[in-house]
């Protein structure tokens, strides 16, 4: 059974600066079914990137997502304020869809 | 604009059942697949299951005979009903949709919190 880990578990970075965040899968994978999403508090998730690299609908372009095989990486440039939340990666194998645990992206 | 509006917070005893609602709106409802997907408190996100309005198939390999998935097509409602509820089974449950062959989740209900507890 697939799984993903990501890391690190907490980031605590400043707005202004870049957010590297790591997705590794227990075993090698698509690139078209990996899939990010940001998590705040209270809220549902909402998709960033999916097939790897492509943005979702109205998802500014300091996010990008690159990767393949194993290893996969959601990079945020230039952080914001409203950047700091909870990333998830998302994969597919059938039958089943999987989630990392998450990565969280904290103010230092 | 296109929504996902599910049913209220539910409260139930061990051993009970539950069934939540996820009400679409603004698109073709048989056109894309729906998701369940939950987070107990403090966690990270689990998937449930698929189920796919145009043929009403749903699919929950982790879940085998507890969770049963069904879509009213006349009202472009989602229903998924948890059995033999266990404490662990305390978590926000959130539809979710997806592109057929997307394997991504586009849009997502508010969530419905579903607390099982003696």
């Known amino acids: 059974e697939l799984v993903l880990t990501q890391s690190p578990g907490t980031l605590s970075l400043s707005p202004g600066e870049s957010a590297t965040l790591s997705c590794r899968a227990s075993q090698s994978v698509s690139s078209s079914y990996l899939a990010w999403y940001q998590q705040k508090p209270g809220q549902a998730p909402r998709l960033l990137i999916y097939?790897?690299?492509s943005r979702a609908t109205d998802i500014p372009d300091r996010f990008s997502g690159s990767g393949s095989g194993t290893d996969f990486t959601l990079t945020i440039s230039r952080l914001e304020p409203e950047d700091f939340a909870v990333y998830y990666c998302?994969?597919?194998?059938?039958?089943?869809?999987?989630f990392g645990q998450g990565t969280k992206l904290e103010i230092k | 604009q296109v929504q996902l509006v599910q049913s209220g917070a539910e409260v139930k005893k061990p051993g009970a059942s539950v069934k939540v609602s996820c009400k679409a709106s603004g698109y073709i409802f048989t056109n894309y697949y729906l998701h369940w997907v939950r987070q107990a408190p403090g966690q990270g996100l689990e998937w449930v299951g698929i189920i796919r309005p145009s043929s009403g198939i749903g699919d929950a390999p982790r879940f085998q005979g507890r969770v049963t998935m069904t879509t009213d097509t006349s009202t472009n409602t989602a229903f998924m009903e948890l059995s033999s509820l266990t404490s662990e089974d305390t978590a926000v449950y959130f539809c979710?949709?997806?592109?057929?062959?997307?394997?991504?989740?586009?849009?997502w209900g508010q969530g419905t919190l579903v607390t099982v507890s003696s």
């Open positions: 097939g790897t690299s």
């Open positions: 979710a949709r997806e592109r057929p062959e997307g394997y991504r989740f586009d849009t």
């Open positions: 998302q994969q597919y194998v059938y039958p089943v869809y999987t």
